[in-house]
């Protein structure tokens, strides 16, 4: 029997197209609410992006509180209120659990499945999509879906159209396309009148206007804090680890910050400080303590106590100070400028690397035109959203898929009410 014919002779309420986290929790809700639901994935399986989260661990969720949650969400953040509230990081342990995927919480709040295989999760929705009755069509893509009279015609890539009361779309966004987020949902909800904002890659690593970044590629720097500012506003500001590459700056700072960063990065002027813990003061009291104690001792080798040792001659060269300079010789002003370097190192940023690098998408429907009670769209009755193609994003840690699957079950229950009104 062709997709087709199976598709058609099992007639549904609602369409879900999109077989990621937040696809499968709304077809999941959605049936448990009593309506008949088809899933339609274009893949070869379900979850493909869940198989890569967490380096293939799923990072499922986080325990942090509403607020907290909150405050990890740079875009929208208000947006998720009801549908966070309705559903939250209890609600998905639970439900793994009662799928046979019990979980563990980690550092800084983090959920892992205790299999710590990400495949573990994507097989417990899997086998509750398949109790409840969903009706999965795997290698199914989508071509159009558009507005008829008494529901929806979902127009197959494969021929065929299949008409519903309802369509849920969790198709992702463009990060990863090799999952098969490659921008659906965003032309299904332009074709239906929606707005969708600027695309691009969010939790993503950073290009710089210098090169000597190249030249420490692979070092990483632990405890220090990196700060952004737009004018006098700081629109970030934390303490971690990053990482230089071949490209400029990676790792879990300035991946965090790529969230935060305006359109136009002109705009931002970001430094980092290498020497968090001490004041300016106190770099100054060490710098001339460092000096006084090594006075006839090269600068490249009183600056290895103060970072990595491989780091030091760029530092030196980043002062205008030639690395073997005799310590006794560096001037007051020198040695102000090293202590200046290492509070408030300039980073320049000129760019983020491509999207298809990127961990999310930054972008998509704008949640304007969605009621953010039910994720229905505002100008399309019975058309609800729910995941990344929704302008949401979030830092890592489990937040976003806790997005995924907040936003995912509001649109299931939802779809389900307005089928059986």
Request: with cysteine; aromatic share 6%.
């Amino acid at each position: 029997m062709s997709t087709e014919s199976m598709l058609e002779k099992n007639a549904c309420d609602i369409v879900v197209i999109g077989g990621g986290a937040a696809g499968m929790m709304a077809a999941l809700q959605a049936a448990w609410a009593g309506a008949s639901v088809t899933l339609l994935e274009k893949n070869e399986k379900l979850g493909k992006k869940i198989y890569i989260t967490g380096k293939g661990r799923c990072n499922v969720t986080n325990i942090a509180d509403t607020e907290e949650f909150f405050r990890q969400v740079p875009r929208n953040p208000r947006f998720l209120n009801a549908s966070i509230r309705q559903f939250d990081s209890e609600d998905v342990r639970s439900i793994l659990e009662m799928l046979g995927t019990p979980t563990k919480v980690e550092r800084g709040g983090r959920v892992f499945p205790e299999s710590d295989k990400a495949s573990d999760v994507t097989r417990a929705l899997s086998r509750g999509m398949k109790d409840a009755g969903v009706v999965v069509a795997l290698n199914t893509g989508v071509d159009a879906v558009s507005k008829e009279e008494g529901g929806f015609a979902v127009k197959l890539t494969q021929g065929g159209t299949l008409h519903t009361k309802s369509v849920i779309i969790a198709t992702g966004g463009l990060s990863y396309p090799t999952t098969g987020s490659t921008g659906d949902g965003h032309r299904f909800a332009r074709e239906n009148g929606h707005t969708v904002t600027p695309l691009s890659g969010s939790l993503v690593g950073l290009m710089l206007e210098e090169k000597w970044p190249t030249l420490l590629q692979g070092l990483s720097l632990k405890n220090v804090r990196v700060t952004a500012r737009v004018g006098k506003k700081t629109i970030y500001s934390e303490l971690g680890e990053m990482l230089f590459t071949h490209f400029g700056v990676s790792g879990p700072l300035f991946i965090e910050l790529s969230s935060h960063l305006p359109e136009d990065l002109s705009t931002v002027q970001v430094t980092l400080d290498m020497k968090p813990a001490l004041t300016d003061e106190q770099v100054d009291q060490r710098l001339r303590r460092e000096f006084t104690e090594n006075a006839r001792r090269q600068l490249s080798s009183v600056l290895t106590g103060l970072m990595p040792a491989r780091m030091g001659p760029v530092f030196a060269s980043l002062c205008g100070i030639e690395a073997e300079s005799p310590i006794n010789q560096i001037t007051r002003e020198q040695r102000q400028t090293i202590g200046h370097m290492l509070k408030a190192m300039p980073i320049r940023i000129t760019g983020t690397r491509p999207i298809t690098e990127a961990i999310v998408t930054r972008g998509g429907v704008d949640v304007k035109e969605i009621v953010p009670g039910t994720m229905m769209s505002k100008i399309v009755p019975g058309l609800f959203f729910a995941g990344e193609v929704l302008d949401v994003d979030a830092h890592t840690g489990g937040f976003n898929l806790q997005i995924a699957f907040s936003t995912g079950a509001l649109a299931g229950r939802s779809a389900a009410a307005y089928v059986q009104e």
